[in-house]
């Protein structure tokens, strides 16, 4: 049988282990979620056991993103070029050494370099699960999956929160991390042993034993084997050289890059300020990361909310339409009394379009951007985003410190998200020949 299998994972309907990857990867990307979450809890037990100002201590919480960034820029396109799952089993096995050394750390300087080296491999590892995942669904359910497997960062991020508020009550700060990287541990059996390397890797890259990998990979979802790989015509292979810089990519590259680091002002504005804001509002702290903790529900249900609208309804169309409502929600937010309960369904309202925006991207991520540059698309969007992230909580604190109120401060944040909006209605989505064959 010759037919292309890209062709057949494309039409056919999803199997038991095609959803059971896109599980695990939930997995992995709520372990972004949890160190996230991990690093604000411990950072007051680091503060006082070493004594550090605020200063220093924002120096050590930055640390992690700037992992992230050069991790997904850096790593997104070795993801390209070795196979998606090399490279998962090798940034989890990173971050993993990377909570653990944490949690075992004597200095601030030991404790930057190994939340760099954790931000590495998250930053590495969302690059590849991002391609891996709309790889291995069928084209009916590919935006789906993604969207799905978007939604780890909120719920590890919720259930990140819960966890580690109660490992506070008995233990110390290091306790955190050594959760962190049992859970990490965890997870790498599921990747080695339950998650192939993606098929349309394979055929677009050819390497050594690709047609056995392929074969194998065929049975296992109950599809017959094909005799050969179909050829990569030589223009094709041309195209591979430029990368995301090609000509052909270059105006999709800055489009889905700025669109998503615009929206990252309003999404760290919440993330980072909430519980400031809420508590100079006269609550107590631990009322302000209940609000936070909604702002994560949220999320959750709006990334999911999304996905299964992308089975009936334009990609684009949703998520330009989040990023409007994002606007609106934030600049609602800003209005907001002093009321625990009006807060906490304010921030919630926001972090559900800022998901579903969020969520609606990485699917673009995968969309926009073919096989043999989706890794790297998508991570040096992803890794850029992350960099520009350091600015909105920066941009946040002079606009107060500048005595602007909450209700100003809200509508410069969330215009961020009405930027990307406008971005985005200017990209064209292409459409994969194999997806279109399929549907």
Not at 148 to 166: E, T
Not at 331 to 352: E, S, V, Y
Not at 353 to 364: K, Q, S
Request: hydrophobic content about 55%; some cysteine; aromatic content about 8%.
């Amino acid at each position: 049988m010759n037919r292309d299998p890209r062709l057949t994972i494309a039409g056919a309907p999803m199997s038991a282990w095609q959803i059971l990857v896109v599980i695990i990867t939930v997995g992995l990307n709520a372990l972004d979620g949890f160190d996230v979450m991990s690093i604000s809890f411990a950072s007051p037990g680091i503060a006082t056991e070493w004594g550090i100002d605020r200063g220093a201590l924002g120096v050590v919480l930055s640390m992690e993103l700037i992992g992230m960034a050069v991790g997904s820029i850096g790593l997104g396109w070795v993801a390209d070029r070795i196979g998606r799952r090399p490279l998962v089993i090798g940034c989890v096995m990173l971050m993993t050494i990377g909570m653990f050394m944490a949690s075992r750390v004597t200095s601030i300087p030991e404790l930057k370099v190994w939340r760099i080296a954790t931000g590495l491999g998250i930053g590495g590892m969302l690059a590849a699960i991002n391609a891996q995942v709309a790889e291995f669904a069928n084209a009916r359910r590919r935006h789906l999956c993604v969207s799905i497997m978007s939604i780890g960062y909120p719920v590890g991020a919720v259930v990140g929160g819960i966890v580690v508020a109660q490992l506070l009550r008995t233990h110390n700060w290091r306790t955190i991390f050594e959760f962190g990287a049992a859970m990490t541990v965890v997870m790498l059996p599921l990747v080695i042993f339950l998650m192939p390397e993606s098929i349309h890797w394979l055929v677009r890259r050819q390497p050594a034993g690709a047609l056995a990998r392929v074969n194998r990979t065929l049975a296992r979802l109950g599809h017959p084997p094909v005799d050969s790989l179909p050829q990569i015509p030589a223009h094709e292979q041309h195209r591979a050289r430029g990368g995301i810089f090609a000509p052909e990519f270059l105006v999709t590259t800055v489009l889905v890059t700025l669109t998503y680091s615009f929206h990252m002002l309003p999404f760290y504005f919440i993330l980072k300020w909430v519980p400031k804001i809420v508590v100079d509002m006269g609550f107590a702290p631990s009322s302000a990361a209940g609000v936070l903790v909604w702002t994560n529900v949220g999320g959750a249900l709006g990334g999911l909310t999304l996905g299964l609208l992308t089975l009936r309804l334009s990609l684009k169309g949703l998520t330009i339409a989040m990023f409007v409502l994002t606007t609106v929600m934030v600049i609602a937010f800003g209005h907001t009394p002093a009321d625990l309960h009006r807060l906490a369904l304010a921030c919630g309202c926001a972090g559900f379009c800022i998901n579903a925006a969020i969520v609606g991207m990485y699917a673009i991520f995968a969309h926009a951007f073919p096989t043999h540059v989706r890794a790297s698309g998508t991570g040096f969007a992803i890794g850029v985003a992350r960099g520009a992230s350091v600015a909105s909580p920066i941009i946040a604190g002079f606009l107060f410190k500048a005595g602007y109120p909450l209700p100003t401060v809200a509508l410069v944040m969330a215009l961020g998200a009405l930027a990307s909006a406008a971005l985005l209605a200017t990209l064209k989505l292409r459409a994969e020949p194999e997806v279109v064959a399929a549907s």
